[in-house]
């Protein structure tokens, strides 16, 4: 028998004992992950039982951040009101105040006021606090819109004051005719939604049109350049005109004359004789066809009018107002 050889039994006689076998290592890390997993779900069931019955540290940092959201959003409405109030404020002097001063009509820009499409506010339409947020973003668009027009209407403000002087001898100010040649109750309204009485569709009558006899003498109603002339047809439209351009975006046009007395290019000064009155084009009896034209629309001419009216004298000639058949097509 040699060193190491294993005896056959112990020295008191009793065979030695055997070992266990070792299970496989895959099967022991089998068991190691199921007892996890077993674990994690429980875990997780006793978490969301807790859940359901008491708050949690990270639920009650979640209100609590839900709360001073929605103080915040209060607190940032509470100052688009109070923003928007000055706002109002300052459209008010600017529209009756600033714009009266420098001549100038109230500033209208197209779809300015229209609101933007609720696809803007889509992102938002989820959320659990979406009639908070979405009604806050309207808000402050919509005070967003208000600044953009006051903006440019300043902009053309900062530009009229430069120039005061010559804004004010420019803008149409004064009769195109001699009040004491005006016939009677021959006046025909400005009305962008006549009813033509001749031809019984709406026509829009863009002037006035002031009844005088042929020849009547024609004034330019503020400095300004011929921009054109037209001898116009004989039976149609305005006939014989004369348009100026006052420059600051105003215009003026003389229509259905019987003879002009400028050619384009010329300059000429408020009260200048520019043409005759006449009965040319498409009119039914002699008359001035006056338009104001600012910025591409035509205005009323009569505010212009009663720059140069006291008031007793302005509301007698509103008397006279009224529809005419002067023109046809």
């Known amino acids: ?76 409405q509470e100052r688009i009101r109070t923003a928007r109030e000055e706002v109002e404020e300052i ?17 209208s820009i197209p779809g300015v006021w229209q609101p933007y499409p609720d696809s803007k506010y889509a992102a938002l339409a989820d959320d659990e606090f979406a009639p908070l947020m979405i009604g806050t973003w309207k808000q402050l668009d919509e005070l967003a819109r208000t600044l953009y027009q006051e903006s440019v209407s300043f902009d053309e403000l ?3 004051s430069k120039d005061k002087a010559r804004l004010a001898s420019a803008i149409p100010a004064i009769w195109p005719i001699d009040r004491k040649e005006l016939h009677g109750n021959h006046i025909g309204a400005f009305n962008p939604r006549r009813m033509h009485p001749i031809y019984h569709r709406i026509i829009a009558h863009q ?10 003498p024609i004034y330019a109603t503020g400095d300004a350049v011929v921009q054109k002339i037209d001898r116009g047809e004989p039976l149609r439209g305005y006939g014989q005109q004369v348009l100026l351009n006052h420059e600051f975006g105003y215009q003026t046009r003389y229509a259905h004359l019987s003879k002009i007395l400028v050619k384009p290019g010329d300059k000429v000064v408020r009260g200048q004789i520019i043409g005759e009155a006449g009965n040319t084009g498409g009119s039914t009896s002699p008359h001035l066809h006056y338009e104001v034209i600012h910025k591409g629309t035509p205005v009323n001419p009569i505010n212009y009018f009663n720059r140069n009216m006291t008031n007793e004298e302005y509301n007698k000639f509103m008397e006279h107002i009224r529809e005419t058949n002067f023109e046809t097509l």
């Not at 008010?92 to 109230?106: E, G, I, N, P």
């Open 207 to 216: 002037g006035v049109d002031l009844g005088c006899d042929r020849g009547t």
């Open 91 to 107: 459209r008010h002097r600017d529209q009756y105040v600033y714009r009266s001063l420098f001549s100038a009509d109230t500033l």
């Open 1 to 76: 028998m040699t060193l190491f050889d294993t005896p056959a039994t112990a020295p008191d006689g009793r065979k030695p004992a055997r070992e266990p076998a070792r299970a496989p290592f895959r099967l022991r890390f089998y068991r190691f992950v199921r007892k996890i997993l077993i674990g994690f779900i429980l875990v997780s069931i006793a978490n969301v039982l807790f859940s359901q019955f008491f708050y949690t540290p990270k639920m009650y940092r979640i209100n609590r951040e839900n709360r001073e959201l929605m103080i915040r959003y209060r607190i940032l």
């Open 158 to 160: 900062q530009t009229l």
